[in-house]
């Protein structure tokens, strides 16, 4: 099935480090989400973005909705050990009906 | 408040068995969406629906089925299981309007043997 270029596809860093990952689609899209997933655990909602250039933070979070409505970034500020988990993008195509495209996941592990 | 459910957790069956799957929606929300994760990916749509009408449908084989209730409550139905669906098939509901935010359940673990 599709599914969006999500990279890194891992990451490993220490405590109190910044993080970015990205999302990238060869296809525009309305709505740009970004979930965490934990083990046992289905996907929670982070942070969601509407219109191209947005720029939304949640906390430490901070995500953007690409100018060219085709890619996302999120960044991560001051990593602490709870912030382990693999983090989703997804997107809603242009014309879709509601249905969500997602990446792979990038996995992120922090050492205290 | 209670958030999306699905019963059951865990769930063991073997090839050519079907199996049912259910999701309760948060109260309010009109719009339930299925979801099939295998293991090291993303989620993949399946299904869509909204006030008991299919709004959408991935590309999965016709094995796959669901409906809507009244009370918006949802059921997922696999015929004739393959070793390939074993997976954590994910409910999310959401009010269905133009931002279609997306809130999702534990999900089920689907064990084919």
């Not at chain 2, 809130?103 to 064990?111: E, I």
Request: with cysteine; proline share 5%; hydrophobic share 30%.
């Amino acid at each position: 099935g599709q599914q969006l270029n999500q990279s890194p596809q891992s990451m490993f860093i220490q405590e109190g480090e910044d993080v970015s990952m990205n999302c990238t689609s060869s296809s525009i899209f309305n709505t740009w989400l970004w979930y965490k997933q934990e083990p046992g655990e289905g996907p929670v909602l982070l942070i969601a973005l509407y219109k191209a250039g947005e720029l939304t933070s949640n906390g430490r979070l901070t995500a953007q909705f690409g100018i060219t409505r085709k890619d996302s970034f999120l960044n991560i500020s001051a990593s602490i050990p709870s912030d382990v988990g693999i983090y989703f993008c997804a997107g809603q195509p242009q014309g879709s009906q509601g249905n969500l495209i997602f990446g792979k996941g990038t996995k992120l592990s922090v050492k205290p | 408040d209670a958030g999306v459910t699905q019963s059951p957790t865990h769930l063991i069956k073997t090839r050519g068995q079907h199996v049912t799957l259910r999701c309760s929606p948060i109260s309010g929300h009109k719009s339930v969406s299925w979801y099939q994760q295998v293991l090291g990916q993303g989620p993949q749509f399946i299904f869509q629906y909204y006030e008991k009408e299919e709004r959408g449908r991935g590309n999965f084989p016709d094995r796959f089925s669901a409906r809507q209730f009244p009370n918006y409550s949802s059921e997922l139905n696999v015929n004739a299981l393959l070793l390939g669906d074993s997976a954590l098939y994910l409910c999310a509901s959401s009010l269905g309007g133009a931002k279609n935010i997306q809130y999702f359940g534990a999900g089920t673990r689907l064990s084919v043997l």
